[in-house]
């Protein structure tokens, strides 16, 4: 009785040992994916716990600084420890300087999700004609300033138009004992919108510009209206239309300052309102959106690229990130990220799903004529998006009195030409 | 047991082995590097003799800030640490009552993570942040400033932080030197009539001549090699204003150009082995004296 009972309990624990050891697998897998902090948002983490529910499969997010998440993807890339999956902003002619996809990006050119994303927004994410990313983004007007309505009713002021108006607006705004703009240049990448945003009135004023820069003819010195707008950016903040102290800014304050009505607007994308109307459900405030209107600007900022996910070639982990693509391109997980993000109104993807635009950016985009629709600077000109957060800090320098406009656009040429020697570019030789 | 035995010396071979694999053979390469235009984009690594040493020391070049940066974080930051903790510790060795409690208040914030000491002083050094509202409720509002941001308060308050982070480390060696001072000169000087800095000057500074060597050492290196710090309360900013050398080197990395990176590597190696050599020849000169 003794002998059975022993062969009993010793299949029993080696039973149970083995049962663990077979589940082993499923629950010990754990995606590591590395993300700046303004790209991610709940919804990420309740897809992934949604994900880790459904396959076993952990998804371990890692959120970095904004100021910090470029140079530390970079480093870790460079010493080829990166995570399974990274994001990184990219567009056509970044990807090769930014991430070198062949040497370390999965090749993701027959997965399903590819023909979920817009056709346009490929080319971002592609090299040699190989996909490598994947970039779930909104198509809503990008980064354009965001205003109180009600505040500029009040203050008799319309949607300033041209950079003569908008300064007027500014200062009744300031007048009135409010702050006129919310900026925030600690995280080193808002600042740098300003500029880059009304990269299609560049082309407007200069005709052909961004293909003289890709060809090296010209240099961004050389273009007086790029000197203009930095000239007037730092009007803007000399004259103390950002407030006090706004180098200190973080923008974790943009939705707490604009719904009671301390500051007039900041640039962001329009589903900033969701955001407001969350934390502070009681502002009445209407919202409206315009233009950059530095040096006249009134080009719409078209921008086929954003942030998008990349795996790691090198990753021990890459059929677990396949099958994570696949759960993050189904249509009701896509469908949850239009109806759960607190600022997307919409998901730019081919799948037809229930988009939630709202009034105040049809009223924008009906106003623009397609003509006006010109690509942004960073997503024409090549070498420049690598150096965003170079320019970021170049020009946090220009508002404390550091550098001069001139040395900005003078740093860019020198980095544009030190970038495109490395990579061997023909026109730079 | 034979305790004047004298060893064969190729015992010594293996650790030298491991030194010159995982130390010298990487730094000599480091230096070779620093004189190429190795880079992320290019398969190929040319010489380009002192190109990059041209680059960082060009008179209009970020990179010279830079160094002038480090070296300035080096000589000030210690200053503050040293002269403070000195007080401190003599301060603390006078049978205070809880002063094992104190010792280890002071010594706590040596422990914290580089991280931590960031997201805390991040916060209280905002503009919004605890030190201002302080300052206003006692009427003192016109003294906010954005500690981290203003050009003319970013350096204090970053080396303000590194003393509140290093000073209880230095001062923990100063209280070892303390202790190892006979009581009995002390005594001598107060027959004597000897007051405070009496004692100061000729019993307590001479007598802790190799913690004062031991601490400076430990200073310096720390102050050339300045990364975490800066990167964690200022990213190098506002504007380039507290880049080091080593946030310097990091953005280089990043960027990949990595043969300005390993150029200013050199130059910081180069800077703490001249400064190491110097103080070691100090210390032992010191110690024979002693």
């Given amino acids: 009785m003794k002998k059975v009972l022993s062969i009993l309990l010793l299949s029993l624990i080696l039973g149970t040992i083995m049962g663990v050891a077979y589940s082993q697998p499923k629950g010990n897998i754990t995606i590591t994916e590395m993300v700046s902090q303004g790209w991610t948002t709940d919804v990420d983490l309740a897809l992934a716990k949604k994900f880790t529910e459904e396959t076993g499969i952990k998804v371990d997010i890692q959120i970095v600084p904004a100021a910090q998440h470029h140079d530390l993807l970079k480093a870790k890339l460079n010493a080829g420890e990166a995570p399974d999956i990274f994001w990184i902003q990219t567009n056509p002619f970044a990807i090769r300087t930014e991430l070198d996809p062949e040497k370390n990006c999965v090749d993701f050119t027959n997965e399903k999700w590819v023909k979920v994303m817009n056709p346009l927004r490929i080319p971002s994410v592609s090299y040699n004609g190989k996909v490598y990313g994947l970039m779930l983004w909104h198509n809503s007007p990008e980064f354009t300033f965001f205003y109180n309505k009600t505040l500029f009713k009040k203050l008799g002021l319309l949607p300033p138009t041209t950079y003569s108006t908008f300064r007027k607006a500014c200062e009744k705004i300031l007048n009135a004992g409010i702050t006129p703009i919310y900026e925030y240049t600690s995280q080193g990448w808002h600042q740098v919108l300003a500029f880059a945003q009304i990269g299609g009135r560049y082309e407007e004023l200069h005709p052909g510009l961004y293909e003289k820069l890709n060809n090296n003819q010209i240099k961004f010195t050389d273009v007086p209206a790029m000197l203009q707008a930095l000239k007037q950016m730092k009007e803007i903040a000399d004259r103390g239309y950002y407030g006090k102290d706004f180098i200190a800014n973080d923008g974790t304050k943009a939705a707490e300052l604009l719904a009671t009505g301390k500051v007039a607007m900041t640039l962001t994308n329009p589903g900033f309102v969701k955001e407001i109307k969350k934390a502070h459900p009681e502002c009445t405030y209407e919202w409206g959106l315009f233009l950059i209107p530095i040096i006249d600007n009134q080009t719409y900022p078209f921008n086929p690229n954003g942030p998008a996910r990349f795996a790691y070639k090198m990753g021990k982990n890459i059929d677990a990130v396949k099958k994570y693509f696949d759960f993050l391109t189904r249509k009701d997980n896509l469908q949850y990220r239009v ?3 607190p600022e997307w109104t919409n998901v730019d993807v081919t799948t037809k799903i229930q988009q939630r635009w709202l009034p105040m950016e049809k009223e924008l985009m009906a ?3 397609k003509s006006k629709y010109k690509l942004v600077l960073q997503s024409g000109v090549k070498y420049f998006n690598e150096q965003w957060m170079e320019v970021g800090k170049d020009i946090e320098a220009m508002y404390i009195g550091a550098l001069t406009p001139e040395q900005i656009l003078k740093n860019i040429d020198d980095r544009r030409a030190k970038m495109a020697k490395a990579i061997g570019d023909p026109a730079w030789k | ?8 010396q190729y015992f010594i071979f293996p650790a030298l082995a491991l030194y010159i694999l995982l130390f010298i053979i990487p730094g000599l390469i480091g230096i070779y590097y620093s004189f190429t235009d190795w880079n992320r984009y290019s398969s190929e690594i040319n010489f380009i003799g002192l190109e990059n040493y041209k680059t960082i020391f060009n008179a209009g070049s970020s990179y010279f800030s830079y160094i002038y940066n480090t070296l300035r974080f080096t000589v000030v930051s210690n200053i503050v640490k040293i002269i403070p903790a000195l007080f401190l510790a003599i301060f603390l060795s006078e049978n205070l009552k809880g002063e094992n409690i104190h010792r280890a208040i002071l010594f706590f914030p040596s422990i914290l993570s580089y991280l931590v000491i960031g997201i ?3 916060s209280i050094l905002h503009p919004q942040g605890l030190v201002n509202n302080i300052l206003r409720t006692v009427g003192l509002g016109f003294m906010a400033k ?3 941001a203003d050009p003319k308060w970013v350096w204090s308050s970053i080396y303000a932080v590194d ?6 480390y230095v001062m923990t060696i100063f209280i070892a030197g303390l202790h190892s001072i006979p009581r009995y000169y002390y005594e001598a000087a107060d027959i004597d009539g000897a007051g405070f800095f009496q004692k100061l000057i000729h019993i307590t500074l001479p007598m802790l001549r190799p913690a004062i060597t031991v601490n400076l050492v430990f200073g310096i290196t720390y102050g050339l090699r ?3 710090i800066i990167f964690v309360l200022t990213n190098g900013g506002p504007g ?11 953005k280089e990395f990043a960027l990949g150009t990595y043969g300005i990176g390993s150029a200013l590597s050199t130059i910081l190696f180069v800077f703490l082995g001249f400064i190491s050599i110097f103080l070691v020849r100090l210390m032992n000169r010191r110690e024979i004296e002693l």
């Fill in chain 1, 339 to 341: 109806d759960n993000h």
């Fill in chain 1, 367 to 369: 106003k623009i004529p």
């Fill in chain 2, 1 to 8: 047991m034979n305790l004047n035995k004298i060893y064969p």
């Fill in chain 2, 120 to 122: 805390i002083f991040r």
């Fill in chain 2, 146 to 148: 954005a500690w981290l």
């Fill in chain 2, 163 to 168: 003393a509140w982070r290093g000073i209880g």
């Fill in chain 2, 226 to 228: 300045v990364f975490d």
């Fill in chain 2, 240 to 250: 380039r204003m507290t880049e080091v050398i080593n946030t310097g080197v990091f």
